[in-house]
């Protein structure tokens, strides 16, 4: 059955001014919806409908390839029903049709999670499920919850924290307002996509921001911020360009090839090509750009931003190996340092920087290169010490002094 996806995008939001067309990370908050759609392969584009009551935002949307709507200005009110637009928008079919509607206010919905909502459609359709719609584990239990009265007593869960324990309470979950999967006989019939034929589709709560306020607009930004995964994969134009300008300098014979953490090392006879946010894998993918240059020694202190960017950590122990692997066939001498631990940061798990570092002692002993321990003085208990940071993964300058003294007197000998 064909499928057909709607997108609404009215303007005239009163929570956030023009929220449906804001820049969201580097392109309009409907794009992120249009884009997905796209990606998920499953819809042709033409049927892929954006309906607003702006035409600004039509044109403006138009430029993705997809279709457009018009909307009549009696479905654009603030007290129209939502189930109005969507049967308007089904009117225009005279076939029954998967119907589709993905609300552009879930900007971290991705194309996978749409791909699988639909897959979970057509599966259960032999079991008379009718809608499914997606859902998120609520994070605080409705005990905890209470109306207040005039003079703000509360009305209702009285002693709620007398023996509570998140632990004990019943896993409860909403819509999360992203996807909405029926077809046209179905909510032409119900006018709703939620009966007892629904099916849920299980979202994780990051992907599952609601847009409705600035708080909201602000608190998706920062998780899209933070994901240093995809953070990486968009830095890899940025590395290479930086990497071939480094090599356009007049580099020395021995190069140091670093993280953040060592920016201002300084070490005579180095060239020092370390750069914020790198990774061994990207490293790895650049250094045939020096394939011509005369390298005697190379010095490389990386491995905490894999970790970071979700590489597995078999991942990064071939990373390691194939590292050794062409410098090995350069004839360049290798030394490496060990993974520095942070302290009290989410996104850095000291087991597995404790782990890696316990595999690079047995990995350079095995194939006698240098190993630089950068954490003997810095660390204790595989944690960065409290005196040598400021934000619990960078060095401040009494870290740096130790830091920058240990790889000297050792990469020099």
């Not at 306020?213 to 899209?224: E, L, M, P, V």
């Not at 990774?279 to 045939?288: D, P, Q, R, W, Y």
């Not at 190379?298 to 190996?321: F, P, Q, R």
Request: with cysteine; proline share 2%; charged share 30%.
């Amino acid at each position: 059955m064909r499928a057909v996806c709607l997108i609404p995008a009215r303007s005239g939001s009163k929570g956030l001014k023009n929220k449906n067309m804001l820049f969201f990370d580097g392109k309009p908050l409907i794009f992120h919806t249009i884009d997905a759609a796209i990606e998920s392969g499953c819809f042709a584009k033409e049927d892929i409908y954006v309906s607003s009551d702006s035409q600004l935002y039509l044109d403006i949307c138009r430029t993705r390839g997809i279709s457009t709507i018009l909307r009549d200005p009696e479905l654009s009110k603030d007290t129209t029903p939502s189930n109005s637009v969507g049967l308007d928008f089904l009117s225009r079919f005279d076939e029954d049709v998967v119907y589709v509607l993905l609300q552009l206010t879930s900007p971290l919905r991705s194309a996978k999670q749409i791909k699988e909502a639909m897959k979970l459609f057509e599966e259960s359709r032999e079991e008379g499920v009718e809608n499914v719609v997606s859902y998120v584990e609520l994070d605080k239990s409705p005990r905890l919850f209470t109306s207040l009265d005039d003079n703000n007593y509360i009305q209702e869960s009285f002693a709620a924290d007398r023996g509570y324990r998140r632990q004990d309470e019943k896993k409860l979950y909403r819509t999360n307002g992203a996807i909405y999967i029926t077809t046209k006989n179905f909510y032409e019939k119900n006018i709703s996509y939620l009966t007892p034929k629904t099916k849920a589709y299980i979202m994780d709560k990051e992907s599952s921001y609601d847009i409705d306020d600035r708080s909201d607009f602000i608190g998706a930004i920062g998780s899209r911020y933070f994901n240093y995964e995809l953070r990486e994969q968009r830095n890899k134009k940025f590395y290479k360009e930086k990497y071939k300008e480094f090599k356009n300098t007049e580099l020395k014979e021995n190069i140091i090839f670093g993280d953040s953490r060592l920016v201002n090392l300084e070490l005579d006879g180095y060239s020092n090509l370390s750069l914020g946010g790198v990774t061994l894998a990207t490293l790895l993918e650049n250094l045939e750009q020096y394939n011509d240059v005369k390298i005697k020694k190379m010095l490389v202190s990386l491995g905490v931003n894999d970790i970071i960017s979700n590489y597995n950590k078999e991942i990064i122990k071939e990373n390691y190996k194939k590292l050794l692997l062409e410098t090995n066939k350069r004839n360049i001498e290798l030394v490496l340092t060990t993974i520095g631990y942070a302290l009290f940061r989410d996104s850095v798990d000291n087991e597995i920087v404790r782990e890696l570092n316990e595999w690079l002692e047995d990995f350079t002993r095995e194939n006698k290169i240098k190993l630089i321990d950068i954490n003997k003085d810095l660390s204790e208990d595989y944690h960065l010490k409290y005196k040598y940071t400021n934000d619990g993964l960078h060095y401040n300058d009494e870290g740096e002094k130790v830091l920058f003294e240990e790889i000297k007197k050792r990469a020099i000998k």
